[in-house]
Each structure stands twice: as C-alpha cells, then as structure tokens.
C-alpha cells in the first residue's frame, strides 16, 4: 500500500505584506521566506504527514534549489528513486500573502515543465503497484496523462486536482477515479456557474457525466461537497483562525489521498482531510504548514 504523487516541485519565495500593491504601487513588505513548495511536493508531504508510504515522479533542476527540494523530500521520507532531474532552473513560486491570509501566486515552471513520462521505466507502474496515484495539473498534460492511464491499468485508484485548470481529453476523464476541484475550477470544467451547493452539485454531476466516478468540489470557508452516482455527502468547513491559504488545498489532497489509501471510506477520508486543511491555514508557509495525524486527530476530538 502506497501514493504515489505525480506532480510539481517549486522553491517557493513567500512576502507577506500588509495589503497587495496597486498596479505601479511599490509597498513595504513585512517578511520573506524560501520555503519548499510546488502542488505536487505538498501533495507528497501531506499524504506522508497522515501516514501514508509515499513515493515523487517529478522533475527538479541542477540549480541549488534542487539540493533544498530532495533535502525536504528526504525529511519527510518521501522516495525519490524516480525523481528526474534536468539541467536548468527548478521551478519558483513568487507568493504575496496579505494580512488576511489571502494570497497571489506567480509560478515559473522551471524543471517541471520538462517532466517526461518516457524516462519512467516501461514497467514502472505494475511494477511497484501503488495502491494510490494523486497528482495536480503543473506538469505537462501529456505526460501526466500517460502517468494516470498507466497507473489505472496497473489497478491504482488515481486521483486528480485539476490545477491550474486545463482542459482534459476523454482518455485523461476515463483514467480518473476521483477528481478534486476547488469552486473556481469546478466552474471552468463542468460549465456551471457555483453560488451554493445546489450548483456545487449540478456542476459535479456534468463533471461525473465526463468519467470519474467522485467529484470533490471544495468551496473553501463553506467546506466540501462530495458526489458520486450513489451518494451525495457535504462536509462543513472547521472554523479557524487563518494565517495564511497558501497550502490548503494541496493539504487536504494530500490528506484525502492517504486515508483512500487506507482503505477508508470517502466521507470518512474527506472529514480528516478538511480538519488537516484547515489546520494548514493556521501556520505560515506551503509545507512548513502542513499537519501531522496527532495533530489532526487531537483537532478533530474538540472539533
């Protein structure tokens, strides 16, 4: 039993400030930090902090990133046999975070973009049978196809946070058990404008239509709606005191992916994963927010 995230992996440098700048404003910023980060890492992290055995397909730089990158893999024990690794920049994230824990995010790809599926070894995936493949939209399509249609005639159950979000073929929808979306991305895919669950629902259900057998719309501060074609299950957000957004939804993927991988039932996996995200909104940072299962566990007693 295994995830295996297939994904992106950013150094990410974080200004938090008091207020965005207006276009041509120049402010003062309060702090800045060089924290690990990239969809994908976080993902990763996430699903090793609830638990789960967890492996990296991704692709980093030659530059000292790199070095920062592997070097936080390694402390969460997450396994880079199959870590690629490209001569050039790794991928960068330019986060502003303002006081209300709202942020904006500019990415350069770097290394991520140059991901290939055809250095994987032909035999990866049967090979190692995880029992779990997640992975978000940051690198490129084609290849992350491949990865998905693989791992899912290797028997995995694949998950997919459609982020950014990117129109997918029917091979893609037809490898995807389950599909995670936030609101934003929800509307872009399915069509439907989202003002409250009823939407959130009509827009899961076009999503349904197009092949996973779940869709998780998460709605942030309102929580989570699950829908299949058996059930329909809404999970409310926890009420925190927010610091900072940025790793939220990369957290609860992460989270949910490792307690699928457990064998636990959707609506049991999506409780701790809306505790673990927004336990991450409390702390500053990408993977430096990303909580532990005692932490989790405890949260969830007085919650």
Same mark, same amino acid.
């Given at each position: 039993?295994?995830?295996?995230?297939?994904?992106?992996?950013?150094?990410?440098?974080?200004?938090?400030?008091?207020?965005?700048?207006?276009?041509?404003?120049?402010?003062?910023?309060?702090?800045?930090? $060089?924290?690990?980060?990239?969809?994908?890492?976080?993902?990763?992290?996430?699903?090793?902090?609830? %638990?789960?055995?967890?492996?990296?397909?991704?692709?980093?730089?030659?530059?000292?990133?790199?070095?920062?990158?592997?070097?936080?893999?390694?402390?969460?024990?997450?396994?880079?046999?199959?870590?690629?690794?490209?001569?050039?920049?790794?991928?960068?994230?330019?986060?502003?975070?303002?006081?209300?824990?709202?942020?904006?995010?500019?990415?350069?790809?770097?290394?991520?973009?140059?991901?290939?599926?055809?250095?994987?070894?032909?035999?990866?995936?049967?090979?190692?049978?995880?029992?779990?493949?997640?992975? =978000?939209?940051?690198? =490129?399509?084609?290849?992350?196809?491949?990865?998905?249609?693989?791992?899912?005639?290797?028997?995995? $159950?694949?998950?997919?946070?459609?982020?950014?979000?990117?129109?997918?073929?029917?091979?893609?929808? %037809?490898?995807?058990?389950?599909?995670?979306?936030?609101?934003?991305?929800?509307?872009?895919?399915?069509?439907?404008?989202?003002?409250?669950?009823?939407?959130?629902?009509?827009?899961?259900?076009?999503?349904?239509?197009?092949?996973?057998?779940?869709?998780?719309?998460?709605?942030?501060?309102?929580?989570?709606?699950?829908?299949?074609?058996?059930?329909?299950?809404?999970?409310?957000?926890?009420?925190?005191?927010?610091?900072?957004?940025?790793?939220?939804?990369?957290?609860?993927?992460?989270?949910?992916?490792?307690?699928?991988?457990?064998?636990?039932?959707?609506?049991?996996?999506?409780?701790?994963?809306?505790?673990?995200?927004?336990?991450?909104? $409390?702390?500053?940072?990408?993977?430096?927010?990303?909580?532990?299962?005692?932490?989790?566990?405890?949260?969830?007693?007085?919650?």
């Amino acid at each position: 039993m295994s995830v295996l995230v297939v994904g992106s992996l950013n150094m990410d440098l974080v200004v938090a400030m008091t207020k965005f700048p207006d276009s041509g404003q120049t402010v003062v910023a309060r702090d800045l930090q $060089t924290i690990p980060g990239g969809k994908g890492l976080n993902q990763a992290i996430a699903a090793s902090q609830v %638990g789960a055995r967890v492996s990296m397909l991704g692709c980093v730089g030659s530059d000292d990133y790199s070095k920062h990158l592997e070097e936080i893999l390694s402390k969460f024990y997450i396994d880079t046999t199959n870590l690629q690794k490209v001569e050039g920049s790794s991928g960068v994230a330019l986060i502003e975070v303002e006081n209300s824990g709202s942020n904006r995010i500019a990415i350069v790809p770097g290394a991520n973009e140059k991901f290939d599926y055809h250095a994987i070894e032909a035999d990866y995936f049967s090979r190692f049978r995880h029992s779990v493949v997640l992975g =978000p939209l940051e690198n =490129p399509i084609m290849h992350l196809e491949k990865s998905f249609i693989s791992a899912k005639k290797a028997g995995a $159950t694949t998950i997919l946070n459609p982020a950014p979000s990117q129109l997918l073929s029917s091979d893609f929808l %037809g490898a995807i058990d389950i599909l995670i979306p936030n609101q934003n991305e929800a509307e872009e895919l399915s069509g439907v404008s989202i003002a409250n669950k009823e939407d959130a629902e009509n827009a899961a259900r076009r999503l349904l239509a197009l092949g996973p057998k779940i869709v998780i719309i998460t709605l942030g501060e309102k929580g989570a709606l699950l829908v299949s074609n058996q059930e329909k299950y809404f999970q409310e957000a926890f009420k925190v005191k927010v610091i900072d957004t940025t790793a939220a939804g990369d957290t609860f993927c992460g989270a949910f992916a490792a307690e699928i991988d457990r064998a636990q039932e959707p609506k049991l996996a999506l409780r701790l994963a809306s505790a673990a995200a927004a336990l991450s909104t $409390t702390k500053y940072g990408a993977s430096h927010s990303i909580p532990g299962r005692s932490e989790i566990n405890d949260f969830l007693k007085t919650h």
